[in-house]
């Protein structure tokens, strides 16, 4: 057997054998690096994803800039909201109403002359090309239209007027105005709620302007403004019209140790008690709240949130008319004969001689006399008549 030296004499080669190795495992993180560089590498996604970026950048621009004007805007402008609720709203649509700041006008709201009264040509009539008639629309004011914004200028300042409705969680929507006003003063909604205050006591003054309860019988709404009744217009017993005057003029002078003052004017129907608040109402420009007891929903709570609490201080009460009465309404009635002298007193004389004392009320005697409108003479003839009838009619 050869050994080992012989063996390496011989020229014997030796070899080896390599294994194949497996591939080396790439991780998640490198395979999405790869799809993401596969990706990019194309022309036309590359391209998307720069209108994307850029589409964001300015978005996030307009976001941006919108964001600031709303800043620039919320520091430079005042803005104001009235609730028709609020006597504030009724002023500034009274102040609207005015015809100079009607004339501009493209979208708005007819309303009739509970805010105005005296317009000018153009807009107190609407002139029949045949006929010339310009009391057609006579008595109608333009407020803005809900949801029409209206630029007026008032004291060197641009003011935008926005009439819009808000529903409330009970009753029905309730019309809201937004006022606004480049300024950063408050001052400059001030001064506006001053002139439109100062206009509707002026629209006001002569005129009666009374209010019932809105639907809810949460707040007062306006129903209706009518020429201001004269006290003279007012006939009642001697004294009783002087004492509630005198005594309201007192309260109404600053008098310090009360708050309110209650007037009960109770007594038969027909005798002047609605005539004399509305009198008394007139002759101190103030307005009349009517509360009808049986209205729906008017409970103690709702009564209480309308008109508060108040004692019945002064009462008055109303009876049928007195002789002196029924003679004072006829001289009022006929004003023309009352200046004629001896034939005005007899007639007067005559009419209350035949007119039982507290037997009919104001208001019977005044339909009886609607009939004679301008005939005095009539009416005292006829006026036995009708007191043998009882009052009624043929």
Known sequence: ????????????????????????????????????????????????????????????????????????????????????????????????????????????????????????????????????????????????????????????????????????????????????????????????IASAHSTSIKQSASRLVTHTPAKGNTYWHETSSRPARS???????????????????????????YANRGYLCYGVPGSGKTSLISAVAGHFSLPVYIVNLAQSGLDDSALSELIGLCRMDVWVEFKNATTQQIHDLFTNFYPSTSTSGTKSNDLADRFAEQVPDNAFSVAAIQGFLMQYRSEPEEAVENVGEWVSRGGKAE
């Open 231 to 257: 006290l003279q217009s007012v006939v009642l017993p001697e004294g009783v019209k002087e004492r509630v005057v005198r005594d309201l003029s007192e309260f109404l002078g600053g008098a310090s140790w």
């Open 1 to 192: 057997m050869p050994t080992d030296s012989e063996l390496d004499g011989a020229g014997a080669e030796t070899f080896a054998i390599a294994l194949p190795l497996s591939p080396p495992r790439s991780s998640p993180l490198d395979t999405l690096l790869a799809f993401v560089h596969d990706v990019t590498g194309s022309g036309t996604v590359r391209d998307g994803l720069k209108l994307i970026v850029v589409g964001g950048i300015l978005e996030a621009s307009r976001r941006g800039l919108t964001a600031l004007c709303k800043q620039v805007y919320y520091y430079a402008t005042i803005e104001a909201i009235f609730s028709e609720d609020d006597p504030a709203y009724r002023w500034i649509i009274a102040w609207l109403s005015v015809p100079e700041r009607q004339q501009d006008a493209r979208n708005f709201e007819v309303i009739s002359t509970k805010y105005q009264d005296d317009l000018p040509e153009q807009l107190a009539g609407v002139e029949d090309a045949e006929k010339g008639n310009r009391a057609l629309s006579r008595g109608l004011a333009l407020i803005p239209a809900f949801d029409h914004p209206r630029y007026i200028k008032f004291e060197g300042r641009m003011y935008r007027f926005e009439r819009y409705t808000e529903n409330k969680l009970f009753g029905d929507p309730v019309a809201m105005l937004k006022v606004s006003v480049l300024s950063r003063s408050q001052s400059a909604i001030h001064s506006l």
